[in-house]
C-alpha cells in the first residue's frame, strides 16, 4: 500500500516524520496513549476520543470515535492491560461566553467561575471504565461518578490505585484525588489532599492574590510518593502510603518570581532526579518565559532546582504566535520507552523536542521536529492563531514518537539516535 502524503515539517533535526493522521477528521488532540499498536487519542474541541491503528506507522488508520456525553469532555485518558479510563468533566470551551478568552481559564479558579454562572447545562463528572480487550472497540464496564465539574487528568499504570485531578464541589478548583481500583466495574475515590485556601465550603480562604490559579493539572506517583503539579501554586511530593490520607513532604512554588504554570512532573528515581515542565499559557509569552527544570530529590524534604532545559530559538517562536513553551512530558510508562536521560517534550508552536540529560547539570537538545500548522481548525475559540501547538507526546518502546497537536492531527516521528 502507498504511503499518504505527509506534511512538510516546519523543520527538523534528527527526527524525521513518518506517518500522519486526520484522526477521521477530528484533528484536535490532547493526550495519547499507545498501547498494543493502537493510539487512543482525547479531543478538546470533538467531545469524545478516538482510536487509530498504527501497527503500520506510515498508514495510520482511524478505527473509532467514541462520543462523550452530552456538554462532557474526555480530554486525558490512561491505558493498561485490558483497561482504558476516560475522565469525564464539563466541557468548558463550549462556554464560548465564558471561556472565548484564555486568560479566565488560566488566572481564575474553574470551581468560582463555573459556580457564578447558573449550572443550566448538565453533564456527566467522574471517569468511565473501558474494557479494551479488542483495542478498536472499547466497551463500557465501570463509571466513577462525582459530584462536581469532574475529572481533569489521571495516572494508572496498574495495580490496585489510580491517580487524578478531581474538581469536587465544595473546592475552588482541582485537587488531588486518589481512586480504589480493586473492582475496575466500581472504582471509588478513597482519598484526597489539597492545597491549604483551596476548601472553600470548610471555609479556607486563598492567599496567593487575584490573577493566579492554584489547581492540582496531574501527579505520576514512584513508589509511594505522588509528584504533583499544581499551575500558579507549584510542587508538592506527597506521602501517599496511606491511600486515604495522603501527607505533605515537601511544598515548592517559585511563582513569583517566575509565572507559574507548573504543569508535568516525571520522576527519575534511579538518577534522583526530577523533571518539571511550567506551561505556557498565553500567545507570546504574555504570561513570561516558561522553563523546564531539572531538580536534584535526593532530600525529598528539600528539592534543589539544577538546571533548565536549553530554550528552542532557530526562530523567534515569540513572534510565530501561540502559545511557545513547554507542555508535557513523555511520561516513561511502563511498557513505553523508557530512559533517565533521554527526555521528550512538547514545546507547543516550537513542536517535538529530545534531551539529553546524561549530565543534568547541562540539558542538551539532540532532536527537533516543528510540524507543518493546521490546515483547518478544530479549535472553536475566537481568534485563535492558525499555528501548531503540539500538546502532547508518548514514545513506544521501539522508539518511534508520537505527538498530538490542538487541529493538525496525529504526527509519527523517528528520532535519529
Not at 493510539?39 to 498508514?59: E, L, T
Not at 479494551?132 to 459530584?147: C, F, H, T, V
Not at 500538546?391 to 497537536?405: H, K, Q, S
Request: net charge negative; glycine share 10%; hydrophobic share 35%.
Amino acid at each position: 500500500m502507498a504511503q499518504i502524503d505527509l506534511p512538510t515539517p516546519d523543520f527538523a533535526r534528527n527526527m524525521r516524520l513518518v506517518g500522519h493522521s486526520d484522526i477521521g477528521g477530528r484533528g484536535d488532540g490532547l493526550q495519547l496513549m499507545v498501547h498494543r499498536g493502537h493510539a487512543y487519542i482525547a479531543h478538546p474541541w470533538s467531545q469524545g476520543f478516538s482510536i487509530v491503528d498504527v501497527r503500520d506507522p506510515r498508514n495510520p488508520k482511524t478505527v473509532n470515535y467514541i462520543q462523550a456525553p452530552a456538554n462532557t469532555w474526555n480530554i486525558h485518558l490512561q491505558t493498561h492491560e485490558d483497561l482504558l479510563l476516560v475522565i469525564d468533566a464539563l466541557d468548558l470551551f463550549a462556554d464560548v461566553e465564558t471561556f472565548s478568552d484564555e486568560k479566565t481559564y488560566y488566572t481564575r479558579s474553574v470551581g468560582e467561575t463555573v459556580a457564578a454562572k447558573k449550572r443550566e447545562r448538565a453533564w456527566t463528572a467522574g471517569m468511565t471504565v473501558y474494557d479494551i480487550s479488542r483495542p478498536d472497540a472499547p466497551r463500557k464496564i465501570g463509571q466513577l461518578n462525582i459530584e462536581g465539574v469532574g475529572l481533569h487528568r489521571l495516572w494508572y499504570v496498574g495495580g490496585r490505585y489510580a491517580y487524578a485531578s478531581a474538581l469536587l464541589d465544595g473546592f475552588s478548583d482541582y485537587i488531588f484525588v486518589t481512586i480504589d481500583m480493586a473492582d475496575p466495574t466500581r472504582p471509588e475515590l478513597v482519598g484526597r489532599w489539597w492545597l491549604p485556601g483551596m476548601n472553600s465550603a470548610a471555609g479556607e480562604q486563598p492567599d496567593w492574590g487575584q490573577g493566579r490559579r492554584y489547581a492540582l493539572h496531574h501527579a505520576l506517583v514512584h513508589g509511594n510518593t505522588a509528584y504533583a503539579c499544581w499551575r500558579d501554586g507549584g510542587l508538592t511530593l506527597l506521602d501517599i502510603t496511606d491511600h486515604a490520607a495522603p501527607k505533605l513532604i515537601k511544598h515548592y512554588n517559585w511563582c513569583p518570581p517566575y509565572g507559574g504554570g507548573t504543569h508535568s512532573p516525571l520522576p527519575l528515581p534511579g538518577r534522583d532526579l526530577l523533571v518539571v515542565a511550567d506551561e505556557a499559557v498565553l500567545d507570546n509569552e504574555e504570561d513570561g518565559r516558561k522553563h523546564t527544570w531539572i531538580f536534584d530529590i535526593r532530600v525529598p524534604e528539600n528539592p534543589i532546582s539544577i538546571s533548565t532545559f536549553p530554550i528552542p530559538n532557530e526562530i523567534d517562536y515569540v513572534k510565530k504566535a501561540g502559545h511557545f513553551g513547554p507542555h508535557n512530558l513523555h511520561e516513561n510508562r511502563p511498557g513505553s520507552f523508557v530512559s533517565e536521560t533521554l527526555i521528550f517534550a512538547t514545546w507547543q508552536n516550537a513542536g517535538i523536542r529530545a534531551f539529553d540529560i546524561s549530565d543534568p547539570y547541562h540539558p542538551v537538545e539532540t532532536g527537533a521536529l516543528v510540524p507543518a500548522g493546521p490546515t483547518t481548525m478544530t479549535d472553536r475559540r475566537p481568534g485563535r492563531p492558525k499555528v501548531i501547538q503540539s500538546a502532547d507526546v508518548f514514545v513506544d518502546a521501539d522508539g518511534l514518537i508520537y505527538a498530538t497537536d490542538y487541529n493538525a492531527g496525529l504526527e509519527i516521528i523517528e528520532y535519529g539516535g
